[in-house]
């Protein structure tokens, strides 16, 4: 069955802070993998997309890697600010779906002053 | 990059009356949307996934004549929420999917509230 899973669920860090957030996937094959980051009451707004075969993918602090042999990707968050918190989403496109899309649960993220 | 948008952005309503969500994908023709629900702490469930001229195709367990679906042209497919009721209570969101680079862009999601 395809999953994504992401964890932790749910993260609490100040301001200035760094923060890797993890993803791993059952999905198999894929087209691509995505970060979203989702503000509360918004929808949700790519960060980094990766093909199966890049192994990492740069969006201003926003870092994201992926490690196809072992099906796990993470994003890292670099000199957190208070307007990242928010639900970071882990997608996964299975290939030749018509484009449908495995959702991870989200992390949670607050970052505090 | 690509925009997506959705209206209303919020709408309350009575129970047994019926709403409808746009959903318009303003710089790009998307021959495919998806229609997604989301409950507060959840990841987004999808429901249907519209193609343009053509019926609707629903996941399991979405009622397809409470949630009917029509993607009329390129650029626009609509959710009608017909004789809602309190448990349709929802964020509703809409992703249109670029062709030319095979990427679902979300719309900004409609909160429904049925009283």
């Known amino acids: 069955k395809n999953q994504v899973e992401q964890s932790p669920q749910s993260l609490i860090i100040l301001e200035g802070k760094n923060c890797t957030l993890q993803?791993?996937?059952?999905?198999?094959?894929?087209?691509?993998l995505r970060w979203y980051k989702q503000d509360t009451g918004r929808g949700p707004v790519s960060l980094t997309i990766m093909t199966f075969s890049e192994n990492t993918k740069s969006n201003g602090r926003y870092t994201a890697t992926l490690d196809a042999d072992t099906k796990q990707s993470s994003l890292h968050i670099t000199a957190s600010q208070l307007s990242d918190s928010a639900s970071y989403i882990c997608v996964v496109s299975p290939y030749n779906q018509g484009g449908k899309l495995i959702f991870g649960q989200g992390t949670e993220l607050s970052v505090k002053p | 990059g690509a925009v997506v948008s959705q209206h209303p952005s919020w709408v309350i309503c009575k129970s047994g009356t019926s709403v409808k969500i746009e959903c318009r994908s303003l710089?790009?023709?998307?021959?495919?949307m998806f229609w997604y629900r989301q409950f507060p702490k959840q990841s987004l469930m999808l429901m249907a996934t519209s193609n343009e001229g053509s019926k609707a195709t629903y996941e399991q367990g979405v009622e397809k004549d409470k949630f009917l679906i029509n993607h009329a042209s390129l650029t626009l497919s609509t959710l009608t929420v017909t004789s809602a009721h309190p448990e349709d209570s929802s964020f509703y969101i809409c992703?249109?999917?670029?062709?030319?680079?095979?990427?679902?862009?979300f719309g900004p999601g409609t909160r429904l509230t049925v009283l």
């Open positions: 992703s249109a999917l670029d062709p030319g680079v095979d990427t679902q862009y």
């Open positions: 993803c791993n996937y059952t999905v198999s094959p894929f087209s691509n």
């Open positions: 710089d790009f023709q998307a021959t495919t």
